[in-house]
Every structure is written in structure tokens, then in C-alpha cells.
């Protein structure tokens, strides 16, 4: 299992585009994806988990990628959240 924080710095938060592309990002590996905000987890691969979450620009989300590709997953979906979110 690979785990990673971010800090968001979107001025809005994970909001629904971003959110979409996250998870289209999260369903191109086959690892199983979650992300959690204070005590709350979610799928990254469904828009509505990561919506759900509510995430806020200065919070911190903690991503967790288990599976047969998850150093590939989590280095890609680390890069991706410090160009997008």
C-alpha cells in the first residue's frame, strides 16, 4: 500500500470538474483508490464519494492506492493533484 497527504490549493476546493478528472485520472489503474478528510473516506474512482468529502482549499486529504500498480497510481495521482487541485 502506498499512502500520500495533500494540502488542497484550489480556491475552490475539489469541486466537480476537478473531482471528474480525478477520477478519470484514479480509473485508469487497476489498484483500488480512496481518499480521506477527517475521518471520512471515500472511492477516488466515483465522483460522488470524492464529492462527498467536501474537501476545502487548505484542508489536507490523505489518498491510500493498493493494488498490483500502485507505485505507478500513486506517483501519477500525486503528480496530477499538485497540477490540478
Known amino acids: 500500500m502506498k499512502e500520500f497527504s495533500y494540502t488542497i490549493t484550489d480556491p475552490d476546493g475539489i469541486h466537480a470538474r476537478p473531482a471528474g478528472f480525478l477520477v478519470n485520472e484514479a480509473a485508469k489503474y487497476e489498484s483500488s483508490v480512496t481518499i480521506s478528510k477527517d475521518g471520512k473516506t471515500g472511492d ?8 462527498s468529502l467536501g474537501a476545502r482549499r487548505g484542508q ?8 498490483a500498480d500502485e507505485n505507478a497510481a500513486a506517483s501519477r495521482l500525486e503528480d496530477f493533484m499538485k497540477s490540478n487541485l
Open 44 to 51: 477516488a474512482k466515483r465522483i460522488f464519494s470524492v464529492m
Open 60 to 67: 489536507t486529504i490523505i489518498v491510500r492506492v493498493e493494488g
